[in-house]
């Protein structure tokens, strides 16, 4: 979707230590989704020019969670998008607010 819509360099977020490592050097060519991960290097370094993987704790990342979450429950057809900032996205940030104050 990144590409679709023109962005040409990207930051890509994932609560998986291990996904964030496969993803940057190429220590997991023989494990058993070493193709995926391959495909996914070649596409991200010929679709955009520059990309950073970044890990971020489940813990840390509620609303991505949250959203992750809601699109796995919608057909693939479906097109998710709000006009505004959903409500729910609203709390979850008040209370990740809260919580880093503490």
Wanted: charged residues 20%.
């Amino acid at each position: 979707m990144a590409e679709e819509v023109g962005a040409e360099r990207i930051v890509v977020e994932t609560d998986s230590l291990v996904l964030k490592q496969a993803l940057q050097n190429s220590t997991h060519r023989l494990a058993s989704i070493g193709g995926v991960i391959c495909e996914i290097q070649a596409l991200l370094a010929t679709s955009f020019s520059s990309f950073v993987i970044e890990y971020a704790p489940r813990s840390c990342n509620r609303v991505a969670h949250a959203l992750a979450a809601i699109g796995c429950k919608c057909p693939s057809s479906a097109g998710l998008r709000w006009e505004s900032t959903p409500t729910f996205v609203e709390d979850l940030v008040a209370s990740d607010r809260a919580e880093s104050v503490r």
